[in-house]
């Protein structure tokens, strides 16, 4: 497989018009302009974020000028891609350039901002917010309403009643225009902004008579299709701290392992085949998961700290000892009423969430557990309270 | 009943179809209080018809009443153009003809309305410089299903034909100008009814009182349509050479010459003389609007020559 093969296949969702297409244009020996647009409504990139980032990495690699686009305009008007209600929180603009500069650093870790060929930055809100109503106007019409209610997502609020703002017909169509705006070749983007991205390859083809190239990446999911990365409170940051990033793909489900193996590193896919042979004969799938954890740890910091962290995770985990670096909680009290401790400590979130874990025996001091019938506990300095099996806490007095 | 009661019966009257928001708008009318009444026209050509002068008439009953006439000229709706009753999507005009379209307007509202005391706004003062977050807040205020109350839209959904995104701004930019006038009454056609209640909305989202609105008659159409426009050609133009205004008025149907009284005159028609010499009183009175007195003595004799058989009828 060569480069432009692995740059057309290997975690490509769908390419439009087609691959042969865009295959043809690339053995020409043509440099593509394209770019992926992100809205900076959130401040932590998850891995999920790294199928496409790798992408574009590739395409820089081949030579193609690439664009980091923040969305500081049109995430004005909130992208409802996989929303089910009407957006609520509006975020200033200020607070989306900051948010995207955070980005570019956290992408930094895939792409490369600096050197030869280095990846754009650009903010939509330099063309976007110059646009009069004659030009909003005359976006607007090229585009029917029946096109837009094309889309599956407003199929969905439809059906289920939920009322649309109009407002939220105006994202695709400023998405779309950021393609004519920069005049790019192609746009890349997870296959749920294809919508979006093909209102874009419309507009370019209306406006500038050109092709406008649009590539898909799949969602990064499990086997079962649930998202991976950005679970509610549980988002695998690619800035994460190297320990808790090894322990986050740790505790993802097993049938997550092939698919992260494929999008998320260059491990070959006979390698990949392999391993689901092997799980499905019944080899541990711990062991893969070890290796794809060391892999992305390694592919986000650097080798030793992979090493590091899974040395961390192997003796904290595995050999059920006591981790030699953990948090330290520092209080002057010395007797403690077991739930109220767990909530100032913050190893449970509530009153009620300690109280459970208390009771389902998962609290131990020193290595005994703490039983429900104990009111009162007496700390002293450097003991180990454990939470289930990985929350540790050091105390001192 | 006193003067000015009898007049403000007039105004809620005379020529009126429907008056949306009554109460409120009967209210404000005996406060006292000076009132922001809009009419906007759009000039998606040079000039306008008589069908025009109708709610230009109505605004300057209002004027006489002490109230303020805030006449828009809507150079950005008139790019999109009214869908309202339309099976197809019109091409857009640009800005630069509309503009050009709109010269005239001005001197040929004067006629109607005292237009001294008249604020006259063209729309681009404010959609010239909207920003694209003011834009997305103003489409905000409503959601797709309260558009597509529209029956031009259902219409249009109905029988799968293209409904211009754009299209669905017209409403929008309508309902901004009564907030950016701060309208307390508006002025339009029966069609125009969805627009209003949309607008009305679209004020309370920006925190102001509803306008009322006075919806007036249709002006028939010289065919005796019910409407007089431009785009079925049954229109006289205010622009046109007299003597072929007066031509047309004297071929209207003979029962529309009541509702021509009542929506261009000021006078009321006398039931006992000939239909043609009542549509010779009408044509003189429209003539003479539009290009004097003088013109309309001379284009009256010159009519009658012309059809001598006419002048022996009467």
């Known amino acids: 497989m060569d480069a432009i093969e692995h740059l057309l296949t290997r975690g490509v969702d769908k390419i439009y018009p087609n691959r042969e297409a865009l295959e043809k244009v690339l053995r020409s020996g043509k440099k593509l302009k394209l770019y992926q647009g992100f809205d900076p409504t959130g401040t932590q990139l998850h891995i999920g974020h790294a199928v496409g980032f790798r992408k574009l990495r590739q395409w820089q690699d081949l030579g193609h000028e690439v664009i980091f686009l923040i969305g500081d305009g049109t995430g004005q008007a909130g992208d409802p891609s996989g929303k089910k209600t009407a957006r609520e929180k509006f975020f200033t603009r200020e607070e989306l350039r900051q948010n995207g500069k955070d980005y570019v650093m956290q992408s930094g870790k895939i792409m490369r901002f600096d050197g030869p060929n280095p990846v754009k930055i650009l903010y939509n809100s330099d063309w976007l917010n110059k646009l009069g109503l004659v030009e909003i106007l005359d976006i607007a019409g090229h585009f029917t309403l029946q096109q837009m209610l094309e889309r599956d997502l407003y199929q969905e609020r439809l059906k289920s009643g939920v009322d649309l703002s109009l407002r939220e017909f105006m994202y695709p169509l400023l998405q779309g225009y950021d393609s004519v705006a920069m005049e790019v070749d192609l746009e890349l983007g997870g296959s749920d902004q294809t919508f979006n991205m093909l209102a874009g390859r419309k507009l370019v083809s209306q406006m500038l008579h050109k092709e406008k190239f649009v590539m898909t990446v799949p969602l990064l999911t499990d086997a079962k299709g649930t998202k991976i990365g950005k679970t509610e409170g549980n988002v695998i940051g690619l800035t994460d701290e190297p320990n ?73 985990f595995q050999d059920r000892k006591t981790p030699t670096d953990i948090a330290e909680f520092t209080t002057k009290q010395t007797d403690w009423d077991p739930v109220e401790l767990l909530v100032a400590t913050k190893l449970a979130a509530s009153k009620s969430d300690a109280k459970r874990l208390v009771e389902q025996n998962a609290v131990e001091l020193n290595g005994q557990v703490v039983s429900h019938q104990l009111s009162a506990i007496s700390l002293k300095n450097n003991d180990i309270i454990k939470v289930g099996k990985k929350k540790f806490l050091k105390i001192h007095v | 009943m006193n ?113 001294g005391k008249a604020e006259v706004h063209f729309q681009s003062s404010w959609y010239n410089t909207i920003t694209l977050e003011q834009t997305i807040r103003l489409m905000a205020t409503v959601t797709k299903e309260q558009l597509m109350r529209h029956e031009t839209f259902r219409m249009r959904e109905r029988e799968g034909k293209p409904l211009g995104f754009h299209e669905m701004f017209y409403t929008l930019l309508m309902a901004f100008d009564s907030v950016a006038v701060k309208a307390d009454i508006e002025l339009g056609g029966p069609d125009q009814k969805f627009n209003f209640l949309v607008t009305r909305q679209v004020m309370e989202r920006y925190g102001l009182n509803p306008e009322a609105a006075l919806l007036l008659d249709y002006l028939p159409g010289t065919d005796g349509a019910e409407k007089m426009s431009k785009s ?55 003539v003479s609007d539009c290009h004097g007195i003088q013109t309309a003595q001379t284009v009256d004799q010159q009519f009658f020559t012309n059809h001598p058989q006419l002048k022996n009828m009467i």
Do not use: W
């Open chain 1, 244 to 316: 808790d990033f090894f322990g986050k793909i740790m505790s993802l489900g097993d049938d997550a392992i092939v698919n992260c193996f494929t999008l998320l590193t260059d491990t070959p896919i006979e390698e990949t085949n392999t391993m689901k042979k092997k799980m499905a004969e019944g080899k541990n799938p711990m062991v893969f998961k070890k290796l794809l954890a060391f892999e992305l740890t390694k592919q986000f910091n650097s080798t030793s700290v992979a090493k590091n962290a899974q040395a961390s995770f192997e003796q904290t």
């Open chain 2, 3 to 115: 003067r000015q009661t009898e007049r403000i019966n007039q105004v809620l009257t005379r020529g009126v179809h429907e008056i949306i928001g009554k109460h409120t708008f009967v209210a404000m009318l005996h406060a006292g209080k000076p009132l922001r009444i809009k009419y906007g026209i759009d000039p998606t050509a040079t000039s306008f018809h008589l069908g025009h002068t109708v709610p230009l008439r109505k605004l300057k009953e209002f004027q006489e009443l002490g109230h303020i006439a805030v006449f828009i000229i809507g150079d950005y709706t008139a790019q999109i153009g009214d869908p309202v009753g339309k099976s197809e999507t019109r091409t857009m005009l640009t800005l630069k003809q509309t503009q050009d379209n709109a010269k005239e307007f001005t001197h040929l509202a004067a006629k109607f309305i005292d237009i």
């Open chain 2, 232 to 286: 079925a050609n049954n229109f006289v133009g205010l622009d046109e050479d007299p003597l072929v205004q007066f031509e047309k008025i004297m071929k209207i149907r003979d029962d529309d010459i009541a509702t021509f009284f009542d929506l261009v005159t000021n006078v009321a028609i006398d039931h006992d003389v000939h239909p043609i010499i009542a549509k010779r009183q009408l044509a003189t009175q429209i």
